[in-house]
């Protein structure tokens, strides 16, 4: 699985210039933790605990036990009953493996959609075609942050780059894995490889047991974490100067972006 370098110094972010949401990552250092269900991957945060694991009879009672373990609260507080709630559970990953592994994913995706948070960046700044999905077909900006900066806030979880398996295959989960933030760091960081373009890097936050509203989900970032930004090859005038603006009043570096002469790549300039 290809990884970019683990911790770039300078993390990056696409924006169009036109959505306030976007212009407010300047205006108001406001980063936004998306949830899960507004990506336009169907496959991404969507990587399941591999319950094909579970293939003997020893590992599916040790499964059920530690289960049974971790829910006890639960289970006592509906009055059921957890022989009996064991020897479900035994008889449906021996006998309806299937139907286990599809209702514990749909549960699975589910939470993830309300309690995952997920900062998507890129490491590169002059990616072509991350202008042209995210920044309004180069009309709008780059902001640049220092990765280090972020990742060790307390803002945000864990921080990372995203893999992409050259087979497009899911990394495995186990079901025995129980520490939550190494499988919500499996579940966010990995992705087909057509999306490898990209050169994504994350960073990842568990709102747990609490349901964040919209406002949880917005981070404000101090000035300093800004490391640079990048207007777009065809940015506006006008957008131009509202940007240099308000970076010059936070003392964060400027560049232009321009064309490199008889090759399909972008350059910089710097202008503040």
Request: glycine share 4%.
């Amino acid at each position: 699985m290809s990884k970019p370098d683990l911790y770039p110094e300078i993390i990056y972010k696409y924006r169009d210039w036109k959505d306030i949401h976007h212009k407010n990552v300047l205006i108001e250092n406001q980063l936004y933790l998306s949830s899960p269900s507004l990506f336009n991957d169907p496959f991404d945060c969507r990587i399941p605990i591999d319950y094909r694991h579970l293939n003997t009879k020893e590992k599916i009672e040790r499964f059920a036990h530690g289960f049974i373990d971790r829910h006890q609260d639960y289970i006592a507080d509906n009055g059921f009953s957890h022989k009996e709630e064991f020897d479900k559970l035994v008889y449906d990953l021996t006998n309806d493996f299937e139907a286990f592994q599809t209702k514990h994913e749909n549960q699975l995706f589910s939470m993830q959609d309300i309690h995952y948070g997920v900062l998507s960046m890129s490491t590169k700044w002059n990616n072509i075609l991350m202008w042209t999905h995210y920044a309004d077909l180069h009309r709008g900006v780059c902001y640049g942050f220092w990765e280090v900066k972020l990742r060790e806030s307390d803002l945000f979880g864990k921080g990372g780059p995203v893999g992409y398996d050259p087979d497009n295959t899911f990394p495995f989960i186990n079901p025995f894995e129980e520490n939550k933030m190494i499988k919500g760091f499996i579940e966010t960081h990995n992705k087909a490889n057509e999306w490898n373009y990209e050169n994504e890097y994350r960073l990842f936050k568990l709102f747990f047991p609490d349901v964040p509203s919209k406002g949880d989900r917005i981070k404000r970032i101090p000035n300093d974490f800004f490391a640079e930004i990048v207007l777009g090859i065809m940015v506006p005038d006008d957008h131009k100067k509202e940007i240099v603006e308000k970076a010059k009043k936070k003392g964060i570096k400027i560049y232009q972006a321009v064309k490199v002469p008889f090759q399909f790549k972008i350059d910089r300039k710097e202008i503040l």
